[in-house]
Structures are given as C-alpha cells and as structure tokens.
C-alpha cells in the first residue's frame, strides 16, 4: 500500500505480524493519519487527512480499535529493539519510568478515576484532576542530531481507579505493582544488559525496590531522614538466631548536611536540566536503607548542595552501590525529559482529543500515540543518516522568544501537526 512515505514503512512494516493482512492495510491507513492529523486524533479527522472523507465503511477503521486483536506488549518488545539498534546499541539500557493524567470526560469511561493533578498542585496546595492514569516506560537515549537525550516511549499501561477494579470484583493494582510487572518484563526482554531505571520519589518505596530484578537498578530520591545502617556483619559458622539484616544505624543526611565538617567535593555535570553545564558539591556513600519490617536495600546515596545557593539541598539513591556519584546524577537530571514527552505527545500528537469510549480502545489509542512519538523520531534519525535534513529553528530565537520560552515553558503548544516542533528542541522538519 503506497500511502506512507518509503522510510516511514520501513520502520513500521516490522509491526506487520502482529496483524492479520486485512487488518493491516486499516492500520497502515489510521498510523499515517495520527501523524499527518492536525489538531485532534479522532477516527474522522485521521480519514479526512489521508483522503477519505467520503469512505463509506467507515466504521471499519472503528473497529480496528475496539475489535482487533493485537499485543501492546509485543508491540512494544518490538519498537524497543528498534530503538536500541538505532540509538543505544552498546552500554546500560536508561529508561525513565513516570505516570501521567489523560484528562477525559464521560460517563462511559469506567478506568476513569480522581487523582492529583501534578500541574496544578504545589507543595501546600492539593488539586485534584478526573482522568486516566498512565504509566509509561521510555528509553532515555542520546539522539545525536539534536545533541541532547530524548525519552522515547516504548510501553504504555492504564492503571485504573480502585473503583474500576471493586465493581468488576478484581484485586486493585497501584501504581507500584503495575511498574514491577512492566519493569520484570522488559527485565525478561533485555536478559544480558544492564538495565537503569529513574523515577521520581514516588517509587522510593522498600517493598518495590527490593522486589526488582538483580541487573535492573533504580536512581531515585531519597528522603533526607530515611533510617541507613551499616551492612550486616558476616554470619559466623554455627551462629545461633536469625541472620541479621542490618549493622549499625548511621546518622540521616540531614545531620550530615548540618554538619560544618563534611567534606564536601565539587563535581561538574555536562547537563543540568536546561542550564547547561552546572557545578555542584557532593558527599556520597553506601548504606543499607531499612524500615522495621521491610526488606533492606543496599544503595549508593549522593547528598547534593548548589554552593551558589540556589537551589535546595537534595538527596538520591541508586540500588547499584557500585555506582559512581557522577553517574548517578547525570541519569536521574535526564528524568526531566519524560516530563518533556508528555507534554508533547498532547500538544504534537493529539493525546487527550481522541473520542473513544470502549475500554479496548480506550486502552490502545494512547499507547500508539506515545508509540508514534517514538516512530517520528526514528524517522526523523534515518532523514537525517541519509539525507542530511537541515535543523531549523523558528522566531523563539530571538531574545523575545527566548523570555517567553522562560515564562511559558510550553509556548509552543499550538504548532499543530508533527511536522512542527517546539524550537527549543531544534527539530528537523520532517
């Protein structure tokens, strides 16, 4: 079917086995449509892009989302490897792991929950939000033509409201169980690389980290009064009792940054959020952090101070104890860019302005969306390999612009189609 460019092909015709054929030629059709689409991702506004308005089985595209059978998880497995071969062939697997509201209204959709709105909310006001809950799972890897690292989503799940489960007479899933399941599976996917996981406080949880795959770590914050011990000392040989999980208790880091003689030690990172390079001090080191109980987890904690004073102390931890302080904050500051993903997929992909309201689609139209993310930028990598497409940048350069762009971090929100980005990414125009 020659309705999508040559490249564009050549990247999703790999997804072509999870479809029968009659299904794929639809796929082909609604793929090509949400990329070209301006505005919102509805089954409509995708035939009317592609040119057929007037088709009169249009309900046949319907049923692609409601009806077919297909596996996100196999889908998944597969823009994965294609992402890796392209981006990150070699080295540990840095993958960013956040969840997202998908504001939606109706009655018929039942996943559909209250939740915080991490928006609007601040440390002293709590606003809450009705919508979907999603938590993705996204590959942090340099993209060397934008000289910076992109979060490419590659598995997204729906995470119900607790009433969703209690009405069907199913056992509730929270946030946490949902990212073990999905982390132990790309564990399975990935058996002989090293695999890093950054998660926001939120997953900072004992239970959690304790129950993760050996070669899966995870860099996270940490509170500055979590309970650190020294590791248990050596069972001796006929040793009476239970095996001890942990030595001596060790001060919290909130003393440790109290304390006028700590040595701290200045390290400068390449990247900080958006500022470039940044110098920081530092004190590090390896405790086992544990709670009465709850399993104990060894980790490497990095207590962090801006000396210029402006930002506020903070602390991280990463279950690999073998970790250098360095590493661990050169991933945990590429979190940021899960949160720039989300942020696009609505204001570039349509997220939020599709219509469907059976559970089935409902439960696949966001994946692919986040999915197409991915696709456009492996696209956008092969033009760039092959053909050398020019980066273009718009007015936001001018000093104007770039004051706006402070302000309004989401300025360009209104760009419509794909083929547009945000200038502060310097994109190439596809």
Same mark, same amino acid.
């Given at each position: 079917?020659?309705?999508?460019?040559?490249?564009?092909?050549?990247?999703?015709?790999?997804?072509?086995?999870?479809? @029968?054929?009659?299904?794929?030629?639809?796929?082909?059709?609604?793929?090509?449509?949400?990329?070209?689409?301006?505005?919102?991702?509805?089954?409509?506004?995708?035939?009317?892009?592609?040119?057929?308005?007037?088709?009169?089985?249009?309900?046949?595209?319907?049923?692609?989302?409601?009806?077919?059978?297909?596996?996100?998880?196999?889908?998944?497995?597969?823009?994965?490897?294609?992402?890796?071969?392209?981006?990150?062939?070699?080295?540990?697997?840095?993958?960013?792991?956040?969840? @997202?509201?998908?504001?939606?209204?109706?009655?018929?959709?039942?996943?559909?929950?209250?939740?915080?709105? !991490?928006?609007?909310?601040?440390?002293?006001?709590?606003?809450?939000?009705?919508?979907?809950?999603?938590?993705?799972?996204?590959?942090?890897?340099?993209?060397?033509?934008? %000289?910076?690292?992109?979060?490419?989503?590659?598995?997204?799940?729906?995470?119900?409201?607790?009433?969703?489960?209690?009405?069907?007479?199913?056992?509730?899933?929270?946030?946490?169980?949902?990212?073990?399941?999905?982390? %132990?599976?790309?564990? %399975?996917?990935?058996?002989?690389?090293?695999?890093?996981?950054?998660?926001?406080?939120?997953?900072?949880?004992?239970?959690?980290?304790?129950?993760?795959?050996?070669?899966?770590?995870?860099?996270?914050?940490?509170?500055?009064?979590?309970?650190?011990?020294?590791?248990?000392?050596?069972?001796?040989?006929?040793? #009476?009792?239970?095996? %001890?999980?942990?030595?001596?208790?060790?001060?919290?880091?909130? #003393?440790?940054?109290?304390?006028?003689?700590?040595?701290?030690?200045?390290?400068?990172?390449?990247?900080?959020?958006?500022?470039?390079? /940044?110098?920081?001090?530092?004190?590090?080191? @390896?405790?086992?952090?544990?709670?009465?109980?709850?399993?104990?987890?060894?980790?490497?904690?990095?207590?962090?101070?801006?000396?210029?004073?402006?930002?506020?102390?903070?602390?991280?931890?990463?279950?690999?104890?073998? *970790?250098?302080?360095? *590493?661990?904050?050169?991933?945990?500051?590429?979190?940021?860019?899960?949160?720039?993903?989300?942020?696009?997929?609505?204001?570039?992909?349509?997220?939020?302005?599709? /219509?469907?309201?059976?559970?089935?689609?409902?439960?696949? @139209?966001? !994946?692919?969306?986040?999915?197409?993310?991915?696709?456009?930028?492996?696209?956008?990598?092969?033009?760039?390999?092959?053909?050398?497409?020019?980066?273009?940048?718009?007015?936001?350069?001018?000093?104007?612009?770039?004051?706006?762009?402070?302000?309004?971090?989401?300025?360009?929100?209104?760009?419509?189609?794909?083929?547009?980005?945000?200038?502060?990414?310097?994109?190439?125009?596809?």
């Amino acid at each position: 079917m020659g309705v999508l460019p040559v490249d564009l092909m050549e990247i999703i015709e790999v997804f072509a086995p999870l479809f @029968t054929e009659r299904v794929w030629r639809h796929v082909l059709v609604l793929l090509g449509g949400a990329i070209l689409a301006p505005g919102q991702r509805t089954v409509t506004a995708v035939l009317r892009v592609m040119g057929l308005g007037r088709e009169r089985c249009f309900h046949t595209y319907h049923r692609v989302l409601s009806h077919a059978r297909g596996s996100v998880l196999a889908a998944g497995r597969l823009l994965l490897g294609e992402r890796l071969v392209a981006l990150a062939p070699t080295g540990p697997v840095v993958m960013g792991l956040d969840d @997202t509201i998908e504001r939606r209204w109706g009655e018929r959709i039942a996943a559909r929950g209250i939740d915080r709105d !991490p928006v609007r909310s601040s440390r002293g006001h709590f606003v809450k939000t009705r919508g979907l809950r999603w938590l993705s799972l996204m590959l942090l890897a340099p993209v060397p033509w934008a %000289r910076r690292v992109w979060a490419l989503p590659f598995l997204t799940v729906l995470c119900p409201s607790e009433r969703y489960y209690r009405e069907r007479g199913r056992t509730h899933r929270s946030l946490t169980e949902r990212a073990r399941q999905i982390l %132990r599976v790309v564990d %399975r996917w990935l058996p002989h690389r090293e695999k890093v996981v950054v998660a926001d406080s939120r997953f900072a949880a004992l239970e959690w980290l304790a129950a993760l795959p050996s070669k899966l770590h995870v860099v996270t914050r940490l509170r500055l009064d979590a309970a650190l011990y020294v590791p248990a000392p050596e069972r001796r040989a006929g040793q #009476p009792g239970r095996p %001890r999980k942990k030595g001596q208790q060790l001060p919290t880091l909130a #003393p440790v940054l109290a304390d006028p003689a700590t040595g701290w030690i200045p390290l400068t990172l390449p990247r900080w959020y958006s500022q470039g390079e /940044r110098t920081v001090e530092i004190v590090d080191g @390896t405790a086992v952090w544990y709670h009465g109980g709850k399993p104990p987890v060894p980790i490497r904690w990095v207590l962090v101070r801006d000396p210029r004073g402006g930002l506020e102390p903070q602390a991280f931890l990463c279950t690999d104890p073998q *970790a250098t302080a360095q *590493a661990i904050l050169t991933w945990f500051v590429q979190r940021w860019q899960v949160e720039v993903t989300f942020e696009e997929v609505r204001a570039h992909l349509g997220v939020e302005t599709q /219509r469907q309201w059976s559970d089935s689609a409902i439960a696949r @139209t966001t !994946p692919v969306l986040m999915g197409l993310f991915s696709i456009v930028t492996l696209v956008a990598h092969r033009l760039r390999t092959s053909q050398g497409v020019p980066i273009r940048t718009s007015a936001c350069t001018s000093n104007i612009g770039r004051r706006s762009a402070m302000r309004w971090p989401w300025s360009a929100r209104g760009c419509g189609s794909i083929g547009v980005f945000p200038c502060r990414f310097q994109r190439p125009m596809l």
